[in-house]
């Protein structure tokens, strides 16, 4: 599997600097898809950590 970085401190997935979801969803932040940068993209598999603490 590839290694991706994530910077992303709250992500449930986010182990030291790297994702360690089985797979990722990126999608466009923009509602006309006219993605011209990567600022344009968001993270679709972004869990927050604290959701998975609350339930316990």
């Known amino acids: 599997m590839p290694r991706i970085k994530c910077s992303v ?4 997935y986010q182990e030291g600097s790297e994702c360690k979801a089985s797979s990722i969803q990126v999608r466009p932040t923009a509602m006309d898809h006219m993605i011209t940068v990567s600022d344009d993209t ?3 598999t972004f869990v ?8 316990k």
């Open 9 to 12: 401190d709250d992500c449930l």
């Open 42 to 44: 968001a993270c679709g």
């Open 48 to 55: 927050p950590r604290h959701t998975i603490t609350m339930k």
